[in-house]
């Protein structure tokens, strides 16, 4: 598998990366065996970065992603997202959220569900017009993202 550096001193990661987003969600039925499945052979395959959010689902994508990569954490350079907020009990329910106390929900909840301590790579899906960008980026470096 072919890699890339990530910024001048960044990681190297697999060339290909693996989004899980339709494993959960917007795609029709999941099939979760099947998609650890997938999870584990492009990793035997050396793809490294997997990406996900807590908006798939909602949440369930980090949990299956979190079984998914259990005991092999060292493998995987793993991202998550935050920003779109859903409902769980209605997913066509959505908005925008980039304050510093959600930013810190979200990181919290986000590693609770992957079970691991840190995220490789912790980004904003979408930028919320309501809160300043400095206050969001300032929220993420505050929690060691």
């Known amino acids: 598998m072919q890699t890339r550096t990530l ?10 990366g693996l989004g899980c987003m339709g494993m959960s969600d917007f795609y029709g039925a999941r099939d979760d065996a099947e998609s650890i499945r997938t999870i584990h052979r492009a990793l035997e395959l050396g793809v490294t970065l ?7 689902g909602p949440y369930t994508n980090e949990q299956l992603v979190g079984r998914a990569i259990a ?31 959600y930013v ?15 995220v490789d790579l912790y980004y904003q899906h ?5 809160t300043p960008i400095e206050e969001t980026v300032g929220a993420m470096a505050e929690h060691g993202s």
Do not use: Q
């Open 50 to 56: 997997l990406d996900t959010a807590d908006m798939y």
């Open 71 to 101: 005991g092999r954490r060292d493998s995987v350079f793993l991202a998550t997202k935050f920003g779109f907020v859903r409902d769980p009990d209605n997913p066509r329910a959505r908005s925008v959220r980039g304050t510093p106390d």
């Open 104 to 118: 810190r929900t979200a990181i919290d909840g986000s590693l609770e569900r992957l079970g691991v301590d840190h």
């Open 7 to 16: 910024g001048p001193n960044g990681p190297t990661v697999s060339a290909l």
């Open 126 to 130: 979408r930028v919320d017009p309501a």
